[in-house]
């Protein structure tokens, strides 16, 4: 009788989580697979889907077992993004994750790129670059968002905190395009499973919230990521329904117990800043201003 001898682990572990997502979720895949770096695993994270999603994921998975797998949460049921990205990362085993969610496409650079940059600067944490916000898939025009305050650099804690949404003006990293060390994520505490329904425009914004302030961020201006702009997203379903005041104040109420429960190096600067976003919500006129802000930084298409 023979032991099976364990595969070695991968260097990138790829999660995409998915919720009803099959008019997208095969395109988000091949942009995967197509990817010229190899050493990668990919991880379908089913978020309790009802279509026909979780049948486009498994027949992936089925196709080649080496390489993909698909999980869900225990009796298949939604859980929220939050709780499907942790999943995924209980299960990853390589040195660094990459999430990509359903609807949105990768270059075909994307994860070899990213791995030369974490590669030649062991002392950054995660990396990330200009997005293509892409309308284009719909006849639209596509937009060209830099990321970050700076590019090209690295940024130690805190000064992405102070310096991006949705505590600064500049652009935060949309998921899809981060690449980040796993011991990172774990050292953070991975994603905040509390930000669900509406709250969950905020999930990847608790996460890098937490991240910001104890690790280092390297925003590139290369373009690695067609971020798909459609009406179903969350961002623009929250705005319609008039409660992007109620979910940013969540969000920065949050912060600030966490910033008191888990003092860290800069966390008394970056406190006073969640306090005087918080003040800001009183002011006459605000809700106004936020909408504004997010429409240019998130680049929504509102319907």
């Not at 395109?27 to 889907?49: H, K, P, T, W, Y």
């Not at 280092?216 to 201006?221: C, E, G, L």
């Not at 912060?255 to 429960?261: A, G, M, Q, V």
Request: proline fraction near 6%; hydrophobic fraction near 40%; charge should be neutral.
């Amino acid at each position: 009788m023979t032991s099976e001898i364990p595969s070695p682990a991968p260097r990138v572990s790829v999660i995409s989580i998915f919720y009803n997502a099959s008019a997208y979720l095969s395109e988000a895949i091949d942009s995967v697979l197509n990817q010229s770096f190899r050493d990668f695993e990919l991880l379908l994270v089913d978020d309790g889907s009802t279509d026909e999603s979780t049948s486009i994921a498994q027949g992936f998975a089925a196709s080649d077992p080496d390489r993909i797998r698909y999980l869900s949460h225990p009796g298949k049921v939604n859980r929220g993004m939050s709780a499907t990205r942790n999943l995924g990362l209980s299960a990853a085993r390589g040195e660094f994750v990459a999430f990509i969610d359903a609807d949105d496409r990768w270059a075909p650079g994307k994860l070899g790129e990213q791995i030369a940059i974490l590669d030649s600067m062991p002392e950054v944490d995660a990396v990330c670059g200009t997005v293509r916000y892409w309308q284009s898939w719909n006849g639209g025009p596509d937009r060209i968002v830099r990321t970050g305050h700076v590019q090209d650099r690295q940024v130690p804690p805190p000064q992405a905190s102070l310096a991006l949404y949705p505590l600064g003006q500049a652009g935060a990293p949309c998921p899809s395009d981060l690449m980040i060390r796993r011991s990172a994520v774990s050292d953070v505490g991975g994603f905040e499973e509390s930000f669900t329904g509406p709250l969950q425009m905020y999930e990847d914004q608790a996460f890098l919230a937490k991240f910001y302030l104890e690790k280092t961020i390297y925003f590139a201006d290369r373009i690695w990521l067609d971020y798909r702009i459609h009406d179903q997203s969350f961002v623009s379903g929250v705005i319609r329904q008039g409660r992007y005041q109620e979910v940013r104040r969540h969000f920065l109420e949050w912060f600030r117990d966490y910033l008191e429960r888990r003092p860290v190096d800069h966390s008394g600067t970056v406190k006073a800043a969640v306090d005087r976003a918080l003040q800001s919500l009183q002011r006459p006129g605000m809700r106004g201003v936020l909408l504004r802000v997010l429409g240019r930084l998130r680049r929504v298409r509102r319907s």
